[in-house]
């Protein structure tokens, strides 16, 4: 089945400094979505990408769709605490309608 | 409220027994998914429904039973429990290709 690999697996950042998170695929997808966890949470759904070099911003969140539709980033500008959690991207289009998750990265930001 | 929950959201068992694990979603989406969420593996898909009557298997399968006779419900069933089930448990739905998740149900087994 489809699988992506999700880098880094963890990230510490002090607050105010930059994140970025990467999903990679050996295929072509067709969307790709991204997913927040706070710690003790659920995952939570933050987008969707479909178009080859999309590009999307939610306030210091900026999320890239790779002009290939291979990879995706998501980078956040200046840490808060309150970004805290694993961040986890879902290729679309996995042979069917299964929603399969990458790995997560885990990020922790010190204040 | 409009949503999905899952019950109970704590649960220890002791090895060898029956458990079942109750999703139930408001919304009735179509499609349904069972997670375990473990450190290390991020989430991993146990199983997933199309529709009523619509089961498949997803990448973890092996020890879990599902059924799905109605579309609201998608109980997870662990026929005889293993300490290497000891997981959180999630269950979403998903409308076009956004999921949507419960809270989880921490099981434990002993």
């Known amino acids: 089945g489809q699988q992506v690999m999700q880098i880094p697996q963890y990230q510490h950042v002090q607050e105010g400094e930059d994140f970025t998170t990467y999903c990679n695929s050996s295929?072509?997808?067709?969307?790709i979505q991204w997913y927040k966890q706070r710690p003790g949470g659920h995952p939570v759904f933050l987008i969707q990408?479909?178009?080859?070099?999309e590009v999307k911003k939610q306030k210091r969140l900026t999320f890239q769709f790779g002009e290939a539709k291979k990879n995706s980033s998501l980078h956040i500008t200046a840490t808060q605490t309150t970004d805290v959690g694993t961040y986890f991207c879902?290729?679309?289009?996995?042979?069917?309608?299964?929603?399969?998750f990458g790995a997560g990265t885990r990020l922790f930001v010190k204040a | 409220d409009a949503g999905i929950t899952q019950s109970p959201r704590y649960k220890i068992t002791e090895t060898g027994r029956q458990v079942t694990l109750m999703c139930h979603q408001t919304?009735?989406?179509?499609?349904m998914f069972w997670y375990r969420q473990d450190l290390g593996h991020g989430l991993r898909l146990i199983y997933y429904?199309?529709?009523?009557?619509?089961?498949d298997k997803g990448e973890v399968p092996d020890g879990y039973v599902v059924s799905r006779s109605k579309t609201e419900n998608f109980p997870l069933t662990l026929e005889s429990a293993t300490r290497s089930q000891t997981s959180v448990y999630f269950c979403?739905?998903?409308?076009?290709?956004?999921?949507?998740f419960g809270q989880g149900t921490r099981l434990t087994v002993v």
């Open positions: 979403a739905s998903r409308r076009d290709t956004e999921a949507f």
């Open positions: 919304w009735s989406h179509s499609y």
């Open positions: 429904s199309a529709a009523a009557d619509i089961t």
């Open positions: 990408l479909v178009k080859s070099g």
């Open positions: 295929t072509t997808l067709s969307n």
């Open positions: 879902a290729p679309g289009n996995t042979g069917g309608f299964k929603t399969i």
